[in-house]
């Protein structure tokens, strides 16, 4: 009897997913090791043992270090940044909102955009593309949410004033708490502190810019 072929839609056999798992483990290991020592200072031996294999298997999934490395800029973020919906008003509640899920998704990220600035710093051009890119998706998420409160100019200062806050806010935690920054950037008392900056600098509504 013919055995049946599997279908495209069928679930991996046990064999693959336990190869997808081991996969994922090397990949979480090395993003750790890689975002808190550093590629150079990393070793295969390191991101074998923290990912409870040898380091024949590691080369098994990734022939050197680098494509290692290069398969971490595969991985896309964990979250959306985007989630509320631009309101008509940009309120001190609102631009609490925008500041808290901006965080939430720094924070579920830390690990790889700690690596990619790392990286880019070193001369990495993936990894400056990404960055460049991430910014950029960063950059349209919060401004769509003033462009729907306030004219085209007003909505440009005040996105680039937010960007700039937020970004040099968090880069600072990430250098000064490294992969302690996940854990300061849920703290309600940072976030509160920098919503504090910010509406000292961001326009809302029924106040006017700010100067």
């Not at 009897?1 to 190869?19: L, V």
């Not at 150079?40 to 990912?51: L, N, Q």
């Not at 008003?89 to 909102?97: F, I, Q, V, Y």
Request: charged share 25%; hydrophobic share 45%; with cysteine.
């Amino acid at each position: 009897m013919t055995p049946a072929t599997p279908s495209p839609t069928d679930p991996p056999a046990p064999a693959q997913r336990g190869r997808d798992d081991t996969r994922r483990r090397i990949l979480a290991a090395a993003l750790e090791l890689f975002a808190r020592d550093g590629f150079d200072d990393t070793t295969v031996r390191e991101v074998a043992a923290r990912s409870g294999v040898t380091d024949a298997a590691v080369f098994y999934y990734f022939p050197s270090k680098r494509s290692l490395l290069d398969a971490l800029w595969t991985i896309r973020p964990e979250r959306n940044i985007r989630t509320l919906e631009p309101g008509p008003a940009m309120t001190p509640a609102r631009l609490r909102e925008i500041i808290d899920e901006t965080l939430d998704f720094v924070a579920d990220n830390h690990d790889l955009m700690r690596l990619m600035s790392c990286e880019a710093l070193g001369g990495d051009q993936t990894a400056r593309a990404l960055q460049q890119e991430s910014r950029a998706v960063w950059r349209r998420a919060i401004h769509a949410h003033f462009a729907a409160a306030f004219d085209a100019t007003t909505a440009d200062r005040a996105t680039d004033i937010l960007h700039a806050l937020i970004h040099g806010v968090t880069m600072r935690a990430m250098m000064e708490h490294g992969d302690r920054a996940g854990d300061i950037f849920r703290d309600s008392a940072f976030r509160e502190q920098l919503w504090r900056k910010a509406v000292l600098v961001v326009p809302l509504s029924g106040m006017g810019p700010a100067s």
